[in-house]
């Protein structure tokens, strides 16, 4: 834990940080073979059309879905069409009256095109980073990940001790893309064990970026965590502030995030989540920014980055700003 002082309206704001960290978990399952990972894409991208959730998260929001299935088509393109190519270029080459030589370097050549241009393609939209993710998310829903389980669960202990002995104004729990995920486990985990933790006098709320959360909200198996992402909608108390934008591709931009358990919540509250655009576009002069929206993985992370102008979204003063993001009037920021 670190903490920051400084000065915002005319007042002093005294903010401590601390890093609830997952990711070294999650990073011991990625696949670093790059055929294992391509099979972990195929097994993945199968279950997730054998259980309905590939097309529910269709219905949802349509870039994510393209940028899941991307992967999945380019692999079925590469297993089926190439050597289907490759053999036409051969039969070409020799029916052309070229020699067994030639036609077997037209062959490669072709080959080596269609590696080159999926690696073109990797650099391009960052799609292993995107398919390890998508693989583990999997793992998660079926329960293969019991050490995530427990830091998780360490992470809502110590949550629900902030709120209850920190002495704060206001407990903020900040997630970005597939930390969200791990953000609705966290809060949901502290609600269940302490139902009337909003409610006790410290502003608790939660800021969620570039939301991935249907990824596993979606499966069938994932039913803890859709029992938590319910009880995020009608704790009382609870702020939630929810920001995403339609230009980022890798998000589920503007979608409501408990639309993903397919059912209405009973007793849910009104305006949870608030669901917030960014507008990246009035951040930056428009030079700049039509450069920036072209790198997909940079606009990804932008909600959590500097801008060059002053708008009505602006992540350091909402995090360590004098207001809360939520307050008890259901009040924020934007």
Not at 182 to 197: H, I, T, Y
Request: aromatic share 12%; with cysteine; proline share 6%.
């Amino acid at each position: 834990m670190w903490s920051l002082q400084a000065q915002d309206g005319g007042g002093e704001v005294a903010t401590d940080y601390e890093f609830l960290r997952w990711d070294d978990v999650v990073r011991q399952h990625w696949q670093k073979n790059p055929w294992r990972l391509w099979w972990d894409v195929l097994t993945t991208s199968v279950h997730y059309m054998k259980t309905g959730a590939l097309w529910r998260m269709k219905r949802l929001s349509w870039p994510p879905f393209v940028a899941l299935f991307a992967p999945f088509l380019l692999l079925c393109a590469v297993v089926l069409g190439v050597p289907l190519v490759a053999w036409v270029v051969w039969l070409v080459a020799i029916a052309a009256g070229g020699t067994q030589a030639m036609a077997a370097g037209c062959t490669l050549a072709w080959l080596g095109l269609a590696l080159w241009g999926s690696s073109r393609l990797e650099r391009r939209f960052s799609m292993f980073w995107l398919m390890r993710s998508y693989a583990f998310t999997r793992r998660q829903a079926a329960g293969e990940t019991p050490e995530l389980d427990q830091r998780l669960q360490q992470h809502a202990e110590t949550l629900r001790q902030r709120v209850q002995t920190g002495g704060y104004d206001e407990v903020l729990l900040v997630a970005h893309s597939s930390g969200c995920i791990m953000a609705v486990e966290v809060m949901g985990r502290a609600l269940q064990g302490a139902p009337q933790m909003a409610c006790q006098g410290v502003a608790v709320n939660l800021l969620t970026l570039g939301q991935w959360i249907p990824l596993l909200a979606t499966l069938p198996e994932a039913r803890s965590f859709r029992e938590h992402l319910g009880r995020l909608g009608t704790a009382k108390g609870l702020g939630w502030v929810d920001v995403s934008a339609p230009p980022d591709g890798c998000c589920f931009a503007m979608c409501d995030p408990l639309r993903a358990l397919q059912v209405p919540l009973e007793k849910r509250q009104p305006d949870r989540p608030k669901l917030v655009s960014p507008r990246f576009v009035k951040m930056f002069e428009p030079a700049v920014y039509e450069k920036l929206k072209q790198d997909r993985f940079r606009i990804h992370f932008q909600y959590i980055m500097a801008a060059d102008l002053l708008t009505d979204y602006d992540y350091f003063r909402w995090t360590a700003g004098s207001r809360y993001l939520v307050d008890p009037t259901g009040d924020h920021p934007s």
